[in-house]
């Protein structure tokens, strides 16, 4: 058996459950970013030296496979979403919380590519962010698991969070802000 089965040749693909669809459909689109998602943090997680980070990035990439089924499963297919659990969700927010208290930690603005690891993990935020914007877009057409979107928020946080930790770790300064420029200040809002 062959994985170019050429079934896609004509621009459409299957869902689970076998509908067929446009592949510029949005739920496509939501769920090959996440796709792009797992394969940003697997070349963040080569670039990173730190066991604890690698090992938190691969389970979140294996959970991711669990999001993108999620968001590939229309809601009235034959085959029922997978669901997120709240388990999940909380898993990331008590690492952003972790990883938050720690001292030295950037608490602003950074500027990406200080290091090539924490850089890579700035790539895959940005992923991140577009694969929840993607979501919440399906999720205003139909429903879409509101843990999923959580779940895709948090982890842009924490993605961030990795980048920061890195370069604490490494003595990198990535702060947009040249301490020496009065100009006035910026929201931390991103």
């Known amino acids: 058996m062959s994985i170019s089965t050429q079934h896609g040749d004509a621009g459409e693909t299957s869902l689970p459950g076998g509908t067929r669809v446009?592949?510029?459909?949005?739920?496509?689109?939501?769920?090959?970013?996440?796709?792009e998602l797992i394969s940003s943090m697997g070349l963040?997680?080569?670039?990173?030296?730190?066991?604890?980070?690698?090992?938190?990035?691969?389970?979140i990439q294996r959970e991711l496979?669990?999001?993108?089924?999620?968001?590939?499963?229309?809601?009235?297919g034959e085959k029922a979403a997978t669901p997120i659990a709240d388990a999940s969700v909380d898993r990331l927010t008590d690492e952003v919380h972790r990883i938050e208290g720690t001292k030295g930690l950037l608490g602003d603005w950074a500027l990406p590519g200080g290091d090539v690891a924490s850089a890579a993990y700035d790539v895959a935020r940005t992923v991140c962010r577009?694969?929840?914007?993607?979501?919440?877009?399906?999720?205003?057409?139909?429903?879409?698991?509101p843990n999923a979107l959580r779940y895709l928020n948090r982890l842009?946080?924490?993605?961030?969070?990795?980048?920061?930790?890195i370069?604490?770790?490494?003595?990198?300064?990535?702060?947009?802000?040249?301490p020496n420029d009065a100009s006035p200040r910026w929201s931390r809002a991103w």
């Open 22 to 35: 446009s592949k510029s459909d949005l739920r496509v689109e939501a769920y090959g970013t996440i796709d």
């Open 44 to 59: 963040a997680r080569a670039m990173c030296s730190d066991p604890g980070i690698q090992a938190l990035t691969a389970s």
């Open 65 to 76: 496979f669990r999001v993108g089924s999620c968001l590939s499963t229309s809601a009235g």
């Open 130 to 145: 577009r694969a929840e914007r993607l979501a919440v877009r399906l999720s205003l057409e139909e429903a879409v698991d």
């Open 156 to 165: 842009s946080d924490l993605l961030w969070l990795f980048g920061r930790l």
């Open 167 to 178: 370069e604490v770790e490494r003595s990198v300064n990535s702060s947009l802000r040249d």
